[in-house]
């Protein structure tokens, strides 16, 4: 099977743009997590999409958002662009089971605000 | 709060010898704990997982052992080679929730 894809890989923005990444699954995995790395921060969850339907939220602000298509493949959204936001962004996929269960990185699309 | 934290933010060790990365985690309720591998530039690998009903797992060269009563987790790698040269995290979940709390990552160098 496939692996986790992300595009881009590398994204370059200013400060105030927005900015849409995207997240294809493992095939036949059902959701899609969505995480930020950063040397100050490390690693921190977004967010969680199931069967379309946005089912775990961390503690970022409003500006970061996400979607899940009937296909499973899903995409974040950052608006407002800070220089803060510069970071790798990571998803990962799993089945979908609540119980516990392995989630799959993507390699990450790392975004530089300028 | 929730937090996983690592004791040791670099660990040098030579070719062959054995490795091993703690990690210490804060929320009891945690009962599913993930190790993952991640190389300059790519996304985290996993590696080994373990759930709290048990205390060790074996795998291909590396073993997890989970100690509950002092919430924590450990990665032993057997006859570490320079290729296992890396950022190693561990990561907790809730059952229930598909957040993992990451803790802060040890890098591990291997010396030939």
């Known amino acids: 099977k496939a692996g986790v894809t992300q595009t881009p890989r590398y994204l370059i923005k200013t400060r105030g743009q927005q900015v849409t990444l995207s997240c294809s699954p493992i095939s036949g995995h059902r959701s899609v997590s969505w995480y930020q790395q950063t040397p100050g921060q490390g690693l921190q969850f977004l967010f969680e999409y199931f069967s379309e339907t946005q089912r775990n939220k961390g503690n970022f602000p409003g500006r970061f958002s996400g979607r899940q298509f009937s296909n499973s493949r899903s995409e974040m959204n950052v608006s407002t662009l800070e220089l803060g936001d510069s970071a790798l962004y990571l998803c990962?996929?799993?089945?979908?089971?609540?119980?516990?269960?392995?989630?799959?990185f993507g390699p990450g699309t790392r975004l530089l605000v300028l | 709060g929730e937090s996983v934290g690592l004791h040791l933010p670099t660990l040098s060790v030579q070719e062959g010898d054995n490795s091993i990365i703690n990690c210490a985690y804060s929320?009891?309720?945690?009962?599913?704990f993930i190790w993952y591998k991640q190389e300059s530039g790519k996304g985290p690998q996993f590696i080994i997982d373990i759930r709290s009903n048990m205390d060790k797992r074996q795998g291909q060269r590396v073993t997890v052992l989970l100690n509950k009563t002092v919430k924590h987790l450990s990665l032993q790698i057997a006859a570490t080679q320079p290729g296992d040269s890396a950022v190693y995290f561990c990561a907790e979940r809730n059952t229930g929730f598909q957040k993992l709390v990451f803790g802060t990552g040890t890098r591990l160098l291997v010396s030939p």
């Open positions: 990962a996929s799993s089945a979908g089971g609540l119980n516990a269960e392995t989630q799959y």
């Open positions: 929320n009891s309720a945690s009962d599913y």
